[in-house]
């Protein structure tokens, strides 16, 4: 297997310095139609909410180009580890630019992500769901602000579970078979590069949340702060780490 993935880059690489040194388009295109599977692996975990999958996919083309324009041979990071990223990004932009039905304010969504998150939170340090205004004096936010961002994200979530089910028919037939060797790194690599985002502390306690599936008391102890300060350690490290992705400004990847 291991040899199956030097190969593969190998010859990713090959055709990138193709392209990049003598402008040979035909190895771009070949390039692109061999990552076409990744493109389709990332685009998979957006259908079904109310996007046509031809839609996802094509943006993830985008972001796919625009890795192949700016990767650098000599940065020492496999392609793959920089094209995710970059895909991911432009699925996303194309999702949040495209998906919200009404004209709700770009604040209103990225308030109601945060009320999700720390709902979700709350719920698993006191198991219960918490009140508006619990979430309103965590957020430090009025209550009606809470009110409305969760308004706003229901209404959005409900018109996309009543997209058609043949939107999100699959393109294997016209793009190519699904290639496990790609979809394997997908969630690791997109991981990896948002974690760049974030200082020494809050990576350190990412890793101790999601990686070493420490409870938030526990990390606490560890650290010496309180447990409401790893909560909003977490919080605000999720947040950088979806704005990293979501916007694709890519510093290399740490060693």
Excluded at 59 to 76: F, H, W
């Amino acid at each position: 297997m291991l040899q199956e993935v030097s190969r593969r880059e190998q010859i990713d690489m090959d055709l990138l310095r193709r392209y990049q040194e003598h402008g040979d388009t035909f190895a771009r295109e070949e390039l692109a139609g061999r990552c076409m599977p990744l493109v389709k692996s990332i685009a998979r975990r957006y259908r079904g909410r109310g996007e046509d999958m031809d839609d996802l996919i094509q943006a993830g083309l985008v972001g796919l180009t625009k890795a192949i324009e700016r990767y650098d041979r000599d940065s020492g990071h496999r392609f793959v580890s920089y094209a995710v990223p970059n895909i991911t990004g432009e699925i996303r932009r194309h999702f949040r630019d495209h998906t919200w039905a009404v004209h709700v304010p770009r604040s209103v969504q990225e308030l109601d992500q945060k009320v999700q998150l720390t709902r979700r939170t709350m719920t698993i340090e006191t198991g219960r769901e918490p009140a508006d205004e619990d979430v309103a004096l965590e957020l430090e936010v009025p209550v009606a602000q809470v009110r409305e961002a969760r308004t706003a994200g229901r209404s959005y979530r409900a018109l996309s579970l009543d997209a058609p089910a043949g939107e999100a028919r699959d393109l294997a037939d016209t793009h190519g078979a699904f290639d496990p060797g790609y979809a394997r790194v997908e969630a690791a690599e997109t991981v990896k590069d948002a974690m760049t985002a974030l200082n020494d502390r809050d990576r350190n306690v990412v890793r101790m949340r999601f990686g070493g599936e420490m409870l938030q008391r526990e990390i606490a102890e560890q650290i010496g702060v309180s447990q409401m300060q790893v909560s909003r350690i977490l919080s605000g490290a999720v947040d950088r780490m979806n704005d990293h992705v979501t916007e694709g400004d890519l510093p290399p990847l740490a060693a």
